[in-house]
């Protein structure tokens, strides 16, 4: 299970302790109610690269969330079956340890096109007792058409539309 709460950004803090940084590369196979993607991820400091497929279930700050671990190959093979003219999404991927022990992960999506944020939480109790801190923008965890599959659709049709 996945439980968390997204907010909007302007920027990546910069107050706060970077623990991790990933360049990543996502798709969508199916998006609707649950999505399935794929992922690949690399390391900004060791290079080291991660393949994965992820399946999500519908929902907003609870999710059901099954996630696999991928060759180079698989990866690419099932990025054949992605529809024709749709590019991967590229985020710039941040993490930053919170003093609450918490972990805040940011993504700069499509060098700039936007920024969001979210923790994740060990119970839902947890996630609504948390309190925002104040460099995240307006929270979207409960806002339909926030998740990155509906940027994907958008961003699809923008492109052959114009």
């Not at 985020?91 to 022990?101: C, P, W």
């Not at 994740?120 to 599959?149: H, I, Q, V």
């Amino acid at each position: 299970m996945e439980i968390e709460r997204k907010f909007w950004l302007d920027k990546f803090p910069e107050e706060l302790p970077l623990v991790r940084r990933l360049q990543t590369w996502q798709g969508y196979l199916y998006t609707d109610p649950s999505e399935v993607r794929i992922r690949r991820s690399r390391e900004e400091d060791t290079g080291r690269e991660y393949f994965r497929l992820c399946i999500k279930s519908g929902g907003s700050l609870s999710r059901h969330e099954v996630e696999t671990e991928l060759t180079k190959d698989q990866f690419e093979e099932l990025c054949l079956l992605l529809e024709p003219g749709r590019e991967l999404i590229h985020k710039d991927y941040r993490a930053y340890q919170l003093e609450d022990g918490h972990i805040l992960e940011c993504s700069m999506v499509d060098e700039g096109a936007f920024f969001y944020a979210e923790v994740e939480f060990e119970s839902e109790e947890a996630a609504n007792a948390w309190r925002p801190l104040d460099c995240l923008g307006r929270e979207t965890t409960y806002e339909s058409g926030f998740k990155m599959k509906h940027y994907w659709h958008n961003r699809s049709l923008a492109s052959r539309n114009g």
